[in-house]
């Protein structure tokens, strides 16, 4: 059983690793709760069709039991979207887990304790693996934010639990970061941003394959502006990566992909938010000011590329967007990708700060997909395989 639709749920313990690592304030109080809700089409679907449910994640980086890590806070937020009081186990693994396990009803859903509580899961160890899977009749990962790291409740688990299959999150990123991509509509353009391009040469080099289109923009553009011989002034330039933008500016002529660099810049006088702002030529940026956000024309240009196309995917924002000031050039491209989406255009927001730039607009909604991950989409974007997909029974995957 590769598809979770094909398998027989009925009464079935089906252990379901989700990624509901959500963001908590000091109150414990939910801010973003955008993982519980991209976890529940998977968990309604296996209540609809009478299994039971063992729900596991883990929250934030504990070392050891550590109770401001706990997920007692996300039941509430949980029981609410699922339409039914979800129970709280205490552990994750033990005798009263057994307990709670052993009571639940067919449709019912017990959500274990942080198994991050354990540094087995984060050692992946075969013993702890054995145990988490000794409850269940099945496995459902479908924690796309953490297949990238090869834990016990992601991996090791499978080795112990057969059939293991991908649940509807994973399937649908999947389906986007590498289905779409691999084999997109054309014309493909990628937008990568960000403020250094040494986090991102994975991703622009596995995108030049792909793409027809390539913007850049974010912090890294000023280490491509230097290296075509710019002056920049403060801009954040990775010196040590001069010759990579060259080679990377060589590589996309050679592969005719047509890139481009923004044309005119918005610079600061220090790195605040209230720091007094100009916009200037790409080639005009005086000593001492830096560049924090595309031009107004760089916009247009990009604009005017993007409406072209048929598939775009968006890394990384255009500038220093949590300043106000410098966030006009990211929020004009999450706008211009919304009205491409209305137009059926298939946009693709690939993780991380883009995400959070395209909820500040107010325009998630529209676009195709917005991932949950974060690393994990980096490395599924830079042609990575990950050991929680690698890990399933006949999970539909595409080359990359
Ligand atoms: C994330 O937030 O990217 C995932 O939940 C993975 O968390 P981690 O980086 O602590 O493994």
Not at 70 to 73: E, I, N, Q, V, Y
Not at 90 to 94: F, H, K, L, S
């Given at each position: 059983v590769g598809d979770l639709t094909a398998a027989d749920l009925k009464g079935k313990k089906v252990f379901v690793r989700a990624d509901l690592n959500v963001p908590l304030d000091e109150n414990q109080k939910i801010t973003d709760d955008t993982r519980i809700r991209a976890a529940v089409p998977t968990i309604k679907y296996l209540i609809s069709k009478g299994a039971k449910v063992i729900l596991s994640s883990h929250l934030g980086r504990p070392k050891g039991v550590t109770p401001k890590f706990?997920?007692?806070?996300l039941v509430p937020r949980l029981s609410e979207l699922l339409g039914i009081q979800v129970v709280k186990a205490?552990?994750?693994?033990?005798p009263e887990v057994e307990k709670l396990v052993a009571s639940l009803p067919e449709g019912g859903v017990l959500l274990l304790e942080n198994v991050r509580f354990y540094k087995e899961e984060e050692k992946n160890e075969p013993e702890f693996a054995k145990k988490l899977a000794s409850m269940a009749d099945l496995y459902v990962n479908d924690a796309f934010g953490t297949a990238h790291r090869a834990h016990a409740s992601t991996e090791g688990v499978t080795k112990f639990l057969k059939p293991s299959v991908a649940g509807f999150l994973l399937q649908k990123e999947l389906d986007y970061l590498v289905g779409a991509v691999s084999n997109p509509k054309r014309p493909f353009a990628a937008i990568v941003g960000g403020s250094k391009v040494s986090s991102k040469i994975g991703v622009i080099e596995s995108l030049l394959e792909k793409c027809d289109i390539l913007l850049l923009g974010g912090g890294m553009i000023f280490t491509f502006y230097k290296a075509q011989g710019l002056t920049v002034g403060?801009?954040?330039?990775?010196e040590d990566k001069l010759d990579l933008a060259t080679t990377l500016l060589e590589k996309a002529k050679a592969k005719g992909v047509s890139l481009l660099l923004p044309s005119d810049v918005v610079i600061a006088d220090k790195f605040a938010p209230d720091a007094n702002s100009k916009t200037v030529p790409a080639s005009a940026i005086p000593d001492g000011w830096m560049g924090l956000d595309i031009g107004p024309e760089s916009v247009k240009t990009f604009s005017e590329a993007l409406g072209t196309t048929q598939t775009v995917i968006w890394n990384g924002p255009m500038g220093v967007f949590e300043f106000d000031k410098f966030a006009i050039g990211t929020e004009a491209i999450a706008k211009k990708l919304a009205e491409l989406s209305g137009k059926g255009v298939t946009t693709i927001i690939g993780g991380g700060d883009s995400v959070a730039a395209v909820e500040k607009v107010g325009v998630a909604d529209v676009m195709s997909h917005i991932s949950t991950g974060g690393g994990a989409s980096l490395e599924l974007l830079e042609g990575k395989e990950l050991p929680g997909v690698l890990a399933l029974d006949e999970v539909e995957r595409v080359a990359v």
């Open positions: 706990s997920l007692a806070p205490d552990d994750c693994i033990g403060s801009s954040l330039v990775e």
